[in-house]
């Protein structure tokens, strides 16, 4: 027998259940199917909230060709054959609906290879991914794709989907009260886990209702403390990394901890809490970054849950260290400016001369080599020279970023004395 997920996999748009912010008559996809008119789409949301299941009947309802793919599965050869397939469809006269799971586990260049079959109409793309999209996809996918939040499923949401359930297996669940509470919050605004954990309670065949310990205990698990308010997991994260900016150990490490004990994947806080000393420590603390790095590593060799651990203590320190965001200030700017000023060429005389053309040309003439000026510094341009000299770090006056500022003042004093000023 199919699995009462897939059983009860709905066979129309309107049967979904939640998400009534992008599916209603007025919601992004709604309109998109009352106009007739489509964007390719991106999904992102937590695991069990139906992307899949919304992809798919989008497709139904335009009468395009479903493609399901996975990046975790598929590579450039899979895609090669997936885009030839589409344009002999569109060829002969039917379009194809391609949806990528875990869209964010491509690269940057099979990102980039959507992007002239997205233009030409050979596919509407629908991607769906659990991180958040201005992070992990390419801005030039984002540019020509519209971006829908999926949101966990409410406790309403779920009884409704438990009972869909009851009335497919045709009996109620043997559950007391609290129990079947107990359940909804176990499933933690997964639906397909939810299913899941009914197709086992069914299984039992139990003629009484049973507790709420008697569930946790023959379920082996308990229910979550994750999301009982009904906030998304990545505004836990956000909680986590605010209080790691706000130099709160405390409030990181409970925060830490309802993630752990929600279900969440180490791993995934290992990567977000490396990103919180890169972006809010940086340079005010060096050695913030290996820290993180060397807590990742102690967990993939101890794993759970000792491992876990590791990652606890990187947590406390990112929160008692120096904060600065000076140097991820100071790449958004530099990139910026790298935008605005297009295709400029460095100045002639900081390229290298390899031939005699080169070399007539003024490549290399005049270079001042830094190790033989005085202070090891020439203060010479490295800039454009049909561009102004950008400031883009500027170091705050805490941590190791008070000694680096003492050195761009140093350097600035000498540059207007010896340099272009």
């Known amino acids: 027998m ?19 912010h992008v599916l209603g008559p007025l919601a992004p996809l709604g309109a998109m199917l009352s106009s007739n008119s489509f964007s390719s789409l991106i999904f992102w949301g937590p695991p069990g909230v139906g992307k899949t299941t919304i992809a798919r009947l989008l497709a139904d309802e335009t009468d395009l060709h479903f493609v399901q793919i996975s990046a975790i599965f598929s590579g450039v050869a899979d895609l090669k054959k997936v885009f030839e ?36 109409g050979t596919i509407l793309l629908v991607g769906a991914t659990t991180e958040n999209p201005s992070f992990e996809l390419n801005a030039a996918l984002l540019s020509r794709a519209q971006v829908l939040v999926l949101h966990r499923l409410s406790k309403v949401d779920l009884e409704l989907l438990a009972q869909r359930a009851e009335k497919e297996l045709g009996k109620p669940l043997t559950l007391t009260g609290p129990a079947r509470e107990a359940l909804l919050e176990m499933a933690d605004g997964d639906g397909r886990a939810l299913l899941n954990l009914i197709e086992q309670i069914a299984a039992w065949n139990l003629k009484d209702k049973i507790d709420v310990d ?16 009904g906030d998304e997991h990545y505004n836990l994260i956000s909680a986590l990394h605010k209080s790691v900016r706000g130099s709160d150990p405390d409030a990181a490490l409970y925060w830490f901890a309802r993630m752990l004990n929600g279900g969440e994947d180490p791993r995934y806080l290992a990567r977000r ?7 809010d420590i940086g340079l005010a603390d060096p050695q913030a970054q290996s820290i993180c790095i060397d807590a990742w590593q102690t967990y993939e ?121």
């Open 85 to 120: 397939a589409a344009r002999i469809r569109r060829a002969n006269g039917r379009g194809t609906l391609l949806f990528v799971d875990e869209i964010h586990r491509f690269n940057k260049a099979q990102q980039d290879g959507f992007l002239p079959f997205m233009e030409d």
């Open 2 to 20: 199919r699995p009462l997920a897939d059983r009860l996999r709905p066979k129309h748009l309107s049967d979904v259940i939640g998400q009534d």
């Open 301 to 421: 060799r101890l794993g759970s849950p000792e491992g876990e651990l590791a990652l606890a203590q990187a947590v406390t320190y990112l929160s008692l260290a120096p904060k600065s965001n000076a140097g991820y200030a100071a790449y958004k700017n530099a990139m910026a400016a790298a935008r605005k000023t297009g295709s400029e060429p460095p100045p002639k005389h900081i390229l290298n001369a390899p031939t005699k053309l080169m070399k007539d040309q003024g490549y290399g003439d005049g270079y001042a080599y830094d190790h033989e000026s005085e202070d090891g510094f020439s203060g010479q341009n490295y800039f454009p020279e049909n561009m102004h000299r950008g400031v883009y770090y500027s170091p705050v006056e805490r941590g190791f970023e008070r000694e680096l500022k003492k050195r761009l003042d140093f350097f600035a004093k000498l540059r207007s004395q010896r340099g272009d000023g």
């Open 214 to 229: 008697a569930l946790a205990t023959r379920l082996m698990r308990r229910a979550a403390n994750y999301d009982k308010s």
């Open 273 to 279: 809490i490396t990103r919180m000393a890169v972006e």
